[in-house]
């Protein structure tokens, strides 16, 4: 459905959604394609006002989806009018809510209250990553880095996985920063990166580039580059570490595989000690191996109707 080019009066929207397929859901239908079309404001608010005469309210999923396009639309005044309305009305809201609720005010001049929901949120429910990365964006778009920064090791702890994209943003608002704190917290993220072994794409590789060079007193000078097969950088020449495993490291990451995960805190849930004797004697007298088939996995590789477990 093609949502109108201005505000409707009521008949004009009666007549549409009658000639509308399934008039019992054209009301949600109309506000999806006008989030979608980033349709005008003052569109939407005369569809709102028509059910609400019409019906005498206005139905929760029709209100958050009038909120995603104030949100969509930088509508900051209309996003806080949305939210005081349907606090009384609802006084609990659910997750999808609150995270446009705090994406649209983290983005204004009323970031602030994005905090203020974040907190709301933690009362009722885990906040999500989303939530906690609008925050932080926030917080480092108006130089508050150690409250970035308080946010970011919140959202580590409640086991939420950052994207690159927030942990760009925290070395491109630290640019020009000569605090040592803040530079510990960015070489925390480095480190984070290099043992968990994610690799930044080339503008989060400038933005680290960049602020290097930007450290008060450092001289800097990065280059972006490709590493040979040696392991070795062409610029300054340095011997990269291998990201292979090293017996040791190896032996290690098997016996903690085998106590952690195979074991657990009870044998008898997966296997047996003889069964697991049996098992390590079988690999060790035939190795090495050139492919190993998870038959599990491969199981669920044909339609279901095909799927056996003997495979």
């Known amino acids: 459905v093609q949502p109108p080019e201005k505000p409707l009066q009521a008949e004009e929207w009666n007549r549409l959604k009658e000639s509308f397929q399934s008039p019992e859901v054209f009301e949600e239908v ?81 970031w602030r209250m994005a905090l203020t929901l974040l907190e709301e949120v933690k009362k009722i429910l885990i ?13 480092g778009r108006h130089q508050e880095m150690n409250l970035a920064f308080q946010l970011y090791h919140e959202m580590l702890a409640k086991g939420l996985v950052p994207t690159l994209d927030v942990l760009q943003a925290l070395f ?79 032996n290690n990451l098997r016996e903690r595989i085998i106590k952690d995960v195979i074991h657990g805190t009870d044998t008898f849930r997966k296997t047996s000690p003889q069964e697991f004797e049996a098992f390590q004697t079988f690999v060790k007298n035939r190795l090495p191996f050139d492919i190993v088939i998870d038959g599990l996995n491969v199981s669920h590789v044909k339609p279901r109707k095909m799927q056996c477990e003997n495979v």
């Not at 019409?54 to 909120?67: E, F, P, Q, R, T």
């Not at 906040?127 to 917080?139: E, G, H, L, T, V």
């Not at 800097?220 to 292979?244: A, F, M, N």
Request: charged share 20%.
């Open 172 to 250: 491109d608002f630290s640019r020009g920063m000569g605090a040592a704190e803040l530079q510990k917290e960015l070489f925390g993220i480095l480190l984070y990166l290099r043992e968990n072994q994610i690799y930044p794409h080339k503008t989060f590789m400038w933005s680290i580039k960049l602020w290097f060079e930007s450290i008060p007193g450092g001289n800097w000078r990065g280059h972006l580059t490709d590493i040979k097969d040696s392991g070795q950088c062409p610029v300054c020449s340095h011997q990269l570490e291998d990201s292979d495993l090293s017996e040791e490291e190896y």
């Open 127 to 139: 906040p999500s990553r989303s939530n906690y990365q609008s925050c932080i964006k926030a917080a």
């Open 30 to 110: 109309m506000l999806n394609s006008m989030v979608r079309s980033n349709s005008s404001i003052d569109v939407a608010k005369s569809l709102l006002t028509h059910v609400a005469k019409s019906n005498g309210d206005i139905a929760y999923n029709l209100l958050v989806k009038y909120l995603a396009l104030c949100v969509q639309q930088g509508q900051t005044s209309e996003i806080r009018d949305m939210y005081d309305i349907m606090k009384i009305r609802f006084r609990i809201l659910e997750s999808g809510a609150y995270n446009l609720l705090i994406r649209g005010l983290s983005n204004s001049d009323q």
